[in-house]
């Protein structure tokens, strides 16, 4: 069964600490994305990796780090220099350059710091 | 920084109608654009695509896109209450990110 999965579904966090959000895809795609979602707000785009050991800021990397040591892993640090983490946090995955970027999404983690 | 324009809604369409959502973007060089609904709670889900000027229909759903008015919108026929979503227009950046808008609420009453 192909699609993109992400862990824990709701994850708390307590201000000072770092945490990382999996997300995992089996669809085989090259690209992989982080994106946030704010209540009332659209997404915005935190990193983008288009290849393995590769990857590119978004507009707000500012407090994030990530890894792509796999091509079907995408893990996203959210560190104590986040001044403002709560939010909803979206992977997604798409084909890459040579497939139009339909991108598909994952779950979502839900992150709240105390 | 490229936007992309959409009411925020809500729209309220009784059950059986058309329902239209519009979105414009700013970028001229944009060539791929998305439609996805998007559940209270949930993850985004695709619901179409379109590359070319014109429609493209799927179903009950039907994209329409002029790239010289930098306007794209998804007409949904026949609209039921399981419709009732926001539903999040989304451009291609460079480098095969995207843009979103912040999303029109749909409600459809019975």
């Known amino acids: 069964d192909g699609g993109i999965t992400q862990s824990p579904k709701y994850l708390f966090r307590k201000e000072g600490q770092n945490v990382t959000l999996s997300c995992e895809q089996n669809l085989n795609h090259d690209a992989m994305y982080w994106y946030r979602q704010d209540p009332g707000q659209g997404l915005r785009l935190i990193y983008y990796s288009q290849i393995v050991n590769d990857f590119q800021k978004g507009d707000i990397a500012e407090g994030y780090s990530v890894s792509r040591e796999k091509k079907e892993s995408f893990p996203l640090t959210v560190t104590s220099a986040q001044k403002n983490p709560t939010a909803f946090y979206l992977c997604a995955s798409s084909l890459g350059t040579s497939g139009g970027n339909e991108q598909f999404f994952g779950p979502g983690t839900r992150l709240t710091v105390l | ?110």
């Open chain 2, 1 to 110: 920084q490229k936007e992309v324009e959409q009411n925020s809604g809500p729209l309220s369409v009784p059950e059986g109608a058309i329902a239209s959502l519009n979105c414009t973007y700013s970028d001229r060089g944009s060539q791929s654009f998305f439609w996805y609904r998007q559940y209270s709670g949930k993850s985004p889900e695709l619901i179409m695509s379109i590359y070319s000027n014109g429609d493209k229909e799927d179903g009950r759903f039907t994209a329409q896109l002029n790239k010289a008015s930098q306007y794209v919108s998804l007409l949904i026929r026949d609209s039921q209450p399981s419709d009732s979503a926001t539903y999040l227009c989304a451009v291609r950046r460079s480098a095969d990110a995207l843009n979103f808008g912040k999303g029109t609420s749909l409600l459809v009453t019975p």
